[in-house]
Nanobody
């Protein structure tokens, strides 16, 4: 079992920045791939970014490329999402996810491929 706890959400204005953190516990291997998803009101959950176990491979959705950066610290069992130049459309509940099964990154943004989830942290961006 892997437990994931997000933190760092908040309210900012357009153009502002936030850093989300996700603490993993409960297993020696937090997840081969870990990442961030988000869900806006009345919308489906969508992939934001994921990172491989060693941190050498990352995937980003087109709508955050160049603005968000994902990283991980395996010694601390933490992953981070540095979000810059935030826009109102970035508003939503941000979830940390982990996939502990073998994975090659294909269809990475499909939430059904992840077997552990946090409770989410809310991000609100006002115009």
């Amino acid at each position: 079992q892997v437990q994931l706890v997000e933190s760092g959400g908040g309210s900012v204005q357009t153009g502002g920045s936030l850093t989300l953190s996700c603490a993993a516990s409960g297993a020696s291997d937090s997840g081969r791939y870990m990442g961030w998803f988000r869900q806006a009101s009345e919308k489906e959950r969508e992939g934001v970014a994921i990172i491989s176990a060693g941190g050498g491979i990352t995937y980003y959705s087109e709508f955050v490329k160049g603005r968000f950066t994902i990283s991980r610290d395996n010694a601390k069992k933490m992953i981070y999402l540095v979000m810059g130049n935030l826009k109102p459309e970035d508003t939503g509940l941000y979830y940390c996810a982990a996939r502990t099964l073998p994975f090659n990154g294909a269809r990475w943004s499909d939430p059904s491929l992840y077997n552990y989830w946090g409770q989410g942290t809310r991000v609100t961006v006002s115009s």
